[in-house]
């Protein structure tokens, strides 16, 4: 192929004649020069840019460029196949036509560098984009694109949308809500439940304990008479536990701190107390553990029934009959904290529960003689005394005493017996004024 030949010059006769023909010579050797050769001779190379104009080249088996551009647009490179390289990463070398995603689009490199910021590489045309990013859709239905629950404004809007009710169809947010509430059993899935440590609270008549979990060491020494915290913020049934660094009393109230017993406390290190708020300001103690592992209330500390059998001063006891079992004369109630415990005619009655009796019952010139408690209702001794001996002959007096403990499944009746081998006065009157006692009993409810 070859471009169009310029006018060469007609040759007329005359001298000029071989100058004419020398002109048309040279052009005809330019044009030669901007011929392209089919069989490849050189040069062969074009030197500016072929227009077709608007032809179409035919039979190319291969077509060789460095790039190709449609229209004015570079489409791609052709001197490779584009490479996916995955998410596009900084200080990575990337080579002409590798393929990244970034931000939901894809781009090709259009030029060989190390990656730096995405956004500069971007803004100086080593990539470009190869696919991008579909718009995001509107939905269809309640659940709309507009209302996406990861940024909405409103919970409560997109709760309505979805038809969704906090304490009905999903539980509330804990931290949020105060007082949420279980619509059935808790189901911890074989987890355990856990103490949440709080900071050391600094004791004081009025300990403040803060709201920053539920379990605390109280340091210090001063006596503490009632709990509180920040802003009344613990709800009514909320526990919490104290550890004690050190000795302190805890002052029992009738209402502000009540703790077991009804008596105050003394801690000591290491001791835990289980406190539980049953209304605003107010506390009791539900359960108090020593670290020496004693007691904090003595089985006896309370529900006392005691009784004795009283006479005026200078009043003589009772006589005792020979070989047989004497029911002594238990007359007065000193204490009676036991409810449904009663004295009648000598006769004790105790409702269902588990009792320890302590006390003694005198004798005079009796010489063998034995105290018990008698089951009246199930006519069985329940608890025995000790064995003595009055001597008769030297006018000595003595007492039997008895202790132990009983078990009764319903309401029992019982009396103080006493059998003597001789008889005699179960006593003798030392008129001092003040009243003649001859048997003592104290009756504790353990259980």
């Not at 090709?108 to 730096?116: F, K, M, N, Q």
């Not at 509330?172 to 911890?188: F, K």
């Amino acid at each position: 192929m070859a471009s169009k030949l310029t006018t060469l010059l007609s040759v007329v006769t005359g001298y000029f004649s071989n100058t004419q023909l020398n002109a048309n010579f040279t052009a005809i050797a330019d044009e030669f020069d901007k011929v392209v050769y089919r069989d490849g001779t050189s040069p062969n190379a074009m030197s500016a840019d072929l227009d077709i104009n608007s032809n179409d080249i035919l039979n190319a088996s291969r077509t060789y460029t460095d790039q190709l551009y449609i229209a004015g647009v570079r489409a791609t490179s052709t001197a490779a196949t584009p490479s996916w390289q995955g998410a596009w990463v900084t200080a990575t070398a990337y080579a002409l036509d590798d393929v990244v995603s970034d931000s939901g689009n894809s781009y090709i490199c259009v030029e060989a560098h190390t990656s730096g910021t995405f956004a500069t590489d971007l803004a100086a045309v080593k990539w470009e984009i190869l696919a991008a990013k579909g718009a995001t859709g509107a939905g269809t239905g309640d659940m709309l694109g507009s209302l996406n629950l990861s940024d909405l404004a409103s919970a409560s809007t997109s709760r309505t949308n979805l038809g969704v009710a906090i304490g009905t169809d999903v539980l509330g947010a804990l931290a949020d809500d105060t007082s949420p509430q279980l619509g059935a059993a808790l189901d911890t899935n074989s987890k355990a439940v856990y103490w949440s440590k709080g900071a050391d609270v600094a004791s004081a008549t009025e300990l403040l304990v803060l709201t920053d979990g539920n379990s605390f060491d109280v340091t210090g020494t001063t006596t503490i008479t009632s709990i509180e915290e920040t802003a009344d913020a613990f709800g009514i049934g909320s526990i919490i536990q104290l550890q004690f660094d050190g000795a302190l009393t805890l002052t029992h109230h009738a209402t502000d701190l009540i703790l077991p017993g009804a008596a105050n406390i003394t801690t000591a290190a290491g001791d835990v107390a289980l406190l539980q708020k049953y209304a605003s300001g107010d506390w009791r103690c539900c359960s108090y553990s020593k670290a020496d592992g004693t007691p904090v209330v003595s089985e006896y500390a309370d529900l006392l029934y005691h009784i004795q059998d009283q006479k005026s001063t200078g009043g003589s006891a009772q006589s005792l009959s020979s070989s047989t079992w004497n029911v002594r004369q238990l007359n007065t109630e000193l204490t009676a904290e036991i409810p449904g415990a009663s004295l009648s005619s000598r006769q004790i009655t105790l409702p269902v529960g588990t009792y320890w009796f302590d006390g003694w019952a005198s004798a005079g010139e009796n010489q063998e003689h034995q105290a018990a408690i008698y089951n009246v209702t199930d006519s069985s001794y329940a608890v025995n005394g000790s064995s003595e001996y009055c001597d008769p002959t030297g006018n000595v007096r003595g007492r039997s005493s008895f202790s132990g403990r009983v078990t009764i499944a319903g309401t029992k009746v019982f009396e103080l017996r006493h059998y003597a081998d001789r008889s005699a006065s179960a006593g003798v009157a030392v008129d001092t004024g003040q009243v003649e006692i001859y048997a003592d009993v104290k009756i504790w409810k353990v259980a």
